[in-house]
């Protein structure tokens, strides 16, 4: 009986010690659980961020595309409006040339015209002068005529 003693307290001190061994083991296992939760939980937590900063990065993305695009637009507008200019400078720079052609124009005319007018002038003094003369020639003609027919009556 002392040998099933030896045996049983033998094993009644296995059985302890496995006791404590799983009472240890529970223990590791529960705080292994609760590390692995608090684990999920910042995973979750880390995804979520990953989630977020993957949202803005489409959402920036997809705003400097429309900037881009913006940008390409006025970049052709800007173009589109300096040839414009261009042709508006050009056009601008052909009025002004005739614009002097034609200032130039007027005054050669206003020169004609100030020495057509002085001719004309001239003309109508000696026109009128040439009346003059005329009229005295008729009134000394009807003089001679006059005379000469006074005389003639008188013969």
């Known amino acids: 009986s002392s040998g099933i003693n030896a045996e049983y307290g033998g094993l009644k001190e296995e059985v302890d010690i496995l006791k404590v061994h799983n009472d240890t083991l529970k223990s590791q296992h529960e705080s292994d659980v609760n590390q692995v939760q608090v684990l999920q939980k910042e995973k979750q937590k880390v ?3 990953l989630e977020e900063k993957d949202n803005l990065y489409l959402k920036t993305k997809q705003s400097l595309r429309q900037s881009e695009e913006r940008n390409r637009k006025k970049d052709k507008e800007k173009i589109e409006l300096e040839s414009q200019l261009s042709k508006t400078r050009s056009e601008l720079s052909k009025t002004e040339s005739g ?3 034609v ?7 206003e020169c004609k015209l100030q020495e057509k007018e002085k001719l004309i002038e001239n003309q109508t003094s000696t026109i009128a002068q040439q009346k003059e003369e005329i009229e005295k020639y008729a009134k000394l003609m009807a003089m001679f005529h006059n005379l000469s027919s006074g005389k003639a009556t008188q013969r």
């Open 47 to 49: 995804v979520t961020k």
């Open 99 to 101: 614009y002097k052609d």
């Open 103 to 109: 200032l130039e124009k007027e005054k050669v005319l």
